[in-house]
């Protein structure tokens, strides 16, 4: 079983920056692909971005490409996804989450393991 933390979460006004953090337990971090996804009030989970297990490919939702960046640090068991030029609309409860058995995944139903969450409010 894998336990997958986030933190990093905030409110901040638009156009600022966060860096959000997931640690993971178990000594198999760089086996598994990983992803962030954002949910907010009243709407579905989404893809935000992800990284492949081998060559740290990176994948990222249109709506996000060009400010947020995905990264991971296989020795330290961390997966990050740095926000930049945050917008009211990023809002939203963020998850990590974790696949076993894919190079890389972009949907939600291919994950094996997701964290609790962190919230992220950006003002406007």
């Known amino acids: 079983q894998v336990q997958l933390v986030e933190s990093g979460g905030g409110l901040v006004q638009a156009g600022a920056s966060l860096r959000l953090s997931c640690a993971t337990s178990?000594?198999?971090?760089?086996?598994?692909?990983m992803g962030w996804f954002r949910q907010a009030p009243g709407k579905e989970r989404e893809f935000v971005a992800a990284?492949?297990?081998?060559?740290?490919?990176?994948y990222y939702a249109d709506s996000v490409k060009g400010r947020f960046t995905i990264s991971r640090d296989n020795a330290k068991n961390t997966v990050y996804l740095q926000m930049n030029s945050l917008k009211p609309e990023d809002t939203a409860v963020y998850y990590c989450?974790?696949?076993?058995?894919?190079?890389?995944?972009?949907?939600?139903?291919?994950?094996?393991?997701w964290g609790q969450g962190t919230q992220v409010t950006v003002s406007s």
């Open positions: 990284i492949s297990r081998s060559e740290g490919r990176t």
């Open positions: 178990g000594r198999t971090f760089s086996t598994y692909a």
């Open positions: 989450a974790a696949d076993r058995y894919r190079d890389y995944a972009l949907l939600t139903y291919q994950y094996d393991y």
